[in-house]
Protein backbone atom coordinates (compact mmCIF):
# COMPACT_ATOMS: atom_id res chain seq x y z
CA UNK A 1 0.00 0.00 0.00
CA UNK A 2 1.38 3.58 -0.76
CA UNK A 3 -0.30 4.91 2.50
CA UNK A 4 -3.34 5.85 1.21
CA UNK A 5 -6.17 6.09 3.50
CA UNK A 6 -10.16 6.86 2.29
CA UNK A 7 -13.21 7.81 4.33
CA UNK A 8 -15.81 6.89 4.68
CA UNK A 9 -15.47 3.59 3.51
CA UNK A 10 -19.22 3.14 3.20
CA UNK A 11 -21.94 5.70 2.94
CA UNK A 12 -26.05 5.60 2.20
CA UNK A 13 -26.82 8.84 1.37
CA UNK A 14 -30.43 10.21 -0.27
CA UNK A 15 -30.77 11.91 -3.41
CA UNK A 16 -29.91 15.76 -2.75
CA UNK A 17 -27.80 15.87 0.49
CA UNK A 18 -23.95 16.71 0.14
CA UNK A 19 -21.74 14.55 0.67
CA UNK A 20 -17.98 14.49 1.22
CA UNK A 21 -15.34 12.25 0.49
CA UNK A 22 -11.78 12.73 2.18
CA UNK A 23 -8.76 10.74 0.18
CA UNK A 24 -5.54 11.05 3.33
CA UNK A 25 -1.92 10.33 1.91
CA UNK A 26 1.44 9.84 4.32
CA UNK A 27 3.78 10.71 1.96
CA UNK A 28 3.88 14.26 0.15
CA UNK A 29 2.81 13.55 -3.04
CA UNK A 30 2.42 16.15 -5.14
CA UNK A 31 -0.47 14.15 -7.85
CA UNK A 32 -4.07 12.87 -6.30
CA UNK A 33 -7.01 11.55 -8.10
CA UNK A 34 -10.51 10.58 -7.40
CA UNK A 35 -11.68 8.13 -9.74
CA UNK A 36 -15.20 6.71 -9.82
CA UNK A 37 -15.56 3.00 -10.87
CA UNK A 38 -18.67 1.63 -12.59
CA UNK A 39 -19.19 -1.64 -13.84
CA UNK A 40 -18.78 -2.11 -18.00
CA UNK A 41 -16.81 1.28 -17.69
CA UNK A 42 -13.69 0.79 -15.89
CA UNK A 43 -12.12 3.96 -14.24
CA UNK A 44 -12.96 6.75 -14.97
CA UNK A 45 -11.34 10.47 -13.66
CA UNK A 46 -13.10 12.79 -11.95
CA UNK A 47 -10.73 15.53 -10.76
CA UNK A 48 -7.23 15.50 -10.30
CA UNK A 49 -4.86 17.68 -7.95
CA UNK A 50 -1.11 18.83 -8.50
CA UNK A 51 -0.59 20.58 -5.88
CA UNK A 52 -2.21 22.61 -2.73
CA UNK A 53 -5.10 24.61 -4.07
CA UNK A 54 -4.34 23.27 -7.67
CA UNK A 55 -6.62 21.16 -9.20
CA UNK A 56 -8.39 20.33 -12.58
CA UNK A 57 -11.40 18.55 -14.02
CA UNK A 58 -10.93 15.01 -15.75
CA UNK A 59 -14.15 13.08 -18.14
CA UNK A 60 -16.83 12.75 -15.80
CA UNK A 61 -16.46 16.18 -13.44
CA UNK A 62 -20.43 16.91 -13.50
CA UNK A 63 -21.95 17.37 -10.29
CA UNK A 64 -18.35 16.81 -8.66
CA UNK A 65 -15.97 19.72 -6.65
CA UNK A 66 -12.34 18.95 -4.91
CA UNK A 67 -10.47 20.60 -2.77
CA UNK A 68 -6.68 20.60 -1.58
CA UNK A 69 -6.03 22.74 1.11
CA UNK A 70 -2.87 20.36 2.42
CA UNK A 71 -0.95 18.12 0.38
CA UNK A 72 -2.08 15.57 2.49
CA UNK A 73 -5.66 15.71 2.13
CA UNK A 74 -7.65 15.40 -1.26
CA UNK A 75 -11.49 15.83 -0.98
CA UNK A 76 -13.89 15.07 -3.05
CA UNK A 77 -17.91 16.84 -2.57
CA UNK A 78 -20.94 16.15 -4.78
CA UNK A 79 -23.29 18.92 -3.48
CA UNK A 80 -26.27 17.50 -4.34
CA UNK A 81 -26.22 13.57 -4.57
CA UNK A 82 -27.93 11.98 -7.07
CA UNK A 83 -28.92 8.29 -7.94
CA UNK A 84 -26.37 8.33 -11.12
CA UNK A 85 -22.96 9.28 -8.40
CA UNK A 86 -23.84 5.86 -6.42
CA UNK A 87 -20.61 4.31 -7.71
CA UNK A 88 -16.95 2.82 -6.12
CA UNK A 89 -14.93 5.83 -5.53
CA UNK A 90 -11.31 5.31 -5.75
CA UNK A 91 -8.18 8.30 -4.61
CA UNK A 92 -4.97 7.89 -6.23
CA UNK A 93 -1.53 9.14 -5.87
CA UNK A 94 1.44 9.62 -8.19
CA UNK A 95 4.68 8.79 -7.35
CA UNK A 96 7.34 9.82 -9.31
CA UNK A 97 10.64 8.66 -10.04
CA UNK A 98 13.28 8.57 -12.12
CA UNK A 99 11.60 11.01 -14.46
CA UNK A 100 8.11 8.50 -14.53
CA UNK A 101 5.12 8.24 -12.57
CA UNK A 102 3.00 5.45 -11.61
CA UNK A 103 -0.37 5.68 -9.83
CA UNK A 104 -1.61 3.87 -6.30
CA UNK A 105 -4.80 3.57 -5.61
CA UNK A 106 -6.65 3.96 -2.16
CA UNK A 107 -8.87 1.34 -0.85
CA UNK A 108 -12.28 2.60 -1.99
CA UNK A 109 -14.88 4.36 -0.96
CA UNK A 110 -18.82 2.57 -1.75
CA UNK A 111 -20.88 5.43 -2.38
CA UNK A 112 -24.66 4.60 -2.51
CA UNK A 113 -27.72 7.44 -3.12
CA UNK A 114 -31.00 6.11 -3.00
CA UNK B 1 -9.87 10.52 -28.32
CA UNK B 2 -7.63 8.14 -26.64
CA UNK B 3 -8.51 5.02 -25.57
CA UNK B 4 -8.17 1.58 -24.13
CA UNK B 5 -9.66 -0.97 -25.44
CA UNK B 6 -9.93 -4.72 -23.80
CA UNK B 7 -10.82 -7.06 -25.91
CA UNK B 8 -12.50 -9.62 -23.31
CA UNK B 9 -15.33 -8.70 -20.80
CA UNK B 10 -15.22 -11.97 -18.92
CA UNK B 11 -12.30 -15.07 -19.26
CA UNK B 12 -13.01 -18.05 -17.78
CA UNK B 13 -10.26 -20.67 -17.36
CA UNK B 14 -8.99 -24.02 -15.98
CA UNK B 15 -6.44 -23.89 -13.12
CA UNK B 16 -3.29 -24.68 -14.93
CA UNK B 17 -4.65 -23.07 -18.32
CA UNK B 18 -2.63 -20.40 -19.87
CA UNK B 19 -4.09 -16.70 -19.66
CA UNK B 20 -3.55 -13.72 -22.05
CA UNK B 21 -5.75 -10.30 -22.08
CA UNK B 22 -5.62 -8.73 -25.23
CA UNK B 23 -5.41 -4.73 -24.79
CA UNK B 24 -4.83 -1.99 -27.28
CA UNK B 25 -4.26 1.97 -27.04
CA UNK B 26 -5.02 4.34 -29.53
CA UNK B 27 -2.44 7.10 -29.84
CA UNK B 28 0.87 6.44 -31.13
CA UNK B 29 4.09 8.62 -29.72
CA UNK B 30 5.83 7.82 -26.28
CA UNK B 31 3.56 5.39 -23.97
CA UNK B 32 3.88 4.26 -20.44
CA UNK B 33 1.30 1.40 -20.04
CA UNK B 34 -0.07 -0.33 -17.00
CA UNK B 35 -1.78 -3.56 -15.84
CA UNK B 36 -3.63 -3.60 -11.94
CA UNK B 37 -5.57 -6.41 -10.99
CA UNK B 38 -8.11 -5.77 -8.59
CA UNK B 39 -9.35 -9.03 -6.19
CA UNK B 40 -12.78 -9.26 -5.13
CA UNK B 41 -14.16 -6.37 -2.85
CA UNK B 42 -10.66 -5.01 -3.36
CA UNK B 43 -8.70 -2.15 -4.44
CA UNK B 44 -6.22 -2.01 -7.86
CA UNK B 45 -3.32 -3.13 -7.42
CA UNK B 46 -0.42 -3.02 -9.69
CA UNK B 47 0.79 -5.99 -11.38
CA UNK B 48 3.67 -4.22 -14.01
CA UNK B 49 4.49 -1.69 -16.21
CA UNK B 50 6.04 -0.12 -18.96
CA UNK B 51 8.21 3.16 -19.47
CA UNK B 52 11.02 2.17 -21.94
CA UNK B 53 13.46 -0.26 -23.13
CA UNK B 54 12.89 -4.34 -22.90
CA UNK B 55 8.73 -4.70 -24.23
CA UNK B 56 8.59 -7.60 -22.35
CA UNK B 57 8.39 -6.82 -18.96
CA UNK B 58 7.77 -8.91 -15.82
CA UNK B 59 5.58 -8.57 -13.16
CA UNK B 60 4.31 -9.80 -10.02
CA UNK B 61 2.58 -13.19 -9.28
CA UNK B 62 4.48 -14.85 -12.52
CA UNK B 63 2.61 -12.32 -14.69
CA UNK B 64 4.11 -10.57 -17.70
CA UNK B 65 3.42 -8.59 -20.91
CA UNK B 66 4.53 -7.50 -24.14
CA UNK B 67 4.58 -4.17 -25.52
CA UNK B 68 4.13 -4.15 -29.37
CA UNK B 69 4.33 -0.77 -30.64
CA UNK B 70 3.52 -1.88 -34.22
CA UNK B 71 0.01 -3.33 -33.15
CA UNK B 72 -0.48 -0.64 -30.30
CA UNK B 73 -1.14 -3.34 -27.73
CA UNK B 74 0.28 -4.50 -24.34
CA UNK B 75 -1.37 -7.87 -23.82
CA UNK B 76 -1.10 -9.42 -20.44
CA UNK B 77 0.37 -13.35 -20.05
CA UNK B 78 0.47 -15.77 -17.34
CA UNK B 79 1.60 -19.43 -18.47
CA UNK B 80 -0.29 -21.08 -15.61
CA UNK B 81 -3.26 -19.66 -13.84
CA UNK B 82 -4.41 -20.48 -10.23
CA UNK B 83 -7.73 -20.29 -8.89
CA UNK B 84 -6.31 -17.30 -6.48
CA UNK B 85 -6.13 -14.83 -10.16
CA UNK B 86 -9.48 -14.79 -9.93
CA UNK B 87 -9.65 -11.16 -10.33
CA UNK B 88 -10.21 -7.90 -12.74
CA UNK B 89 -7.42 -7.09 -14.78
CA UNK B 90 -7.28 -3.51 -15.76
CA UNK B 91 -4.85 -1.86 -18.59
CA UNK B 92 -4.26 1.74 -18.63
CA UNK B 93 -2.01 3.81 -20.44
CA UNK B 94 -0.76 7.18 -20.48
CA UNK B 95 0.87 9.68 -23.61
CA UNK B 96 4.43 10.22 -22.31
CA UNK B 97 5.48 10.58 -19.05
CA UNK B 98 2.65 12.86 -17.83
CA UNK B 99 -0.99 13.51 -18.78
CA UNK B 100 -3.64 11.42 -17.79
CA UNK B 101 -4.10 7.48 -17.37
CA UNK B 102 -7.09 6.08 -19.25
CA UNK B 103 -8.10 2.95 -18.32
CA UNK B 104 -9.68 0.00 -20.16
CA UNK B 105 -13.25 -1.37 -19.39
CA UNK B 106 -11.66 -4.25 -17.34
CA UNK B 107 -11.08 -8.08 -18.06
CA UNK B 108 -13.32 -10.24 -15.63
CA UNK B 109 -11.01 -13.66 -15.01
CA UNK B 110 -12.92 -16.39 -13.55
CA UNK B 111 -10.53 -19.73 -12.83
CA UNK B 112 -11.92 -22.59 -12.09
CA UNK B 113 -10.59 -24.89 -9.53
Known amino acids: DAGITQSPRHKVTETGTPVTLRCHQT?????MYWYRQDPGHGLRLIHYSYGVKDTDKGEVSDGYSVSRSKTEDFLLTLESATSSQTSVYFCAISVERLGTDTQYFGPGTRLTVL | AQSVSQHNHHVILSEAASLELGCNYS??????LFWYVQYPGQHLQLLLK??????LVKGIKGFEAEFIKSKFSFNLRKPSVQWSDTAEYFC???????????FGKGTKLSVKP
Open chain 2, 92 to 102: AAKRGSQGNLI
Open chain 2, 50 to 55: YFSGDP
Open chain 2, 27 to 32: YGGTVN
Open chain 1, 27 to 31: ENHRY
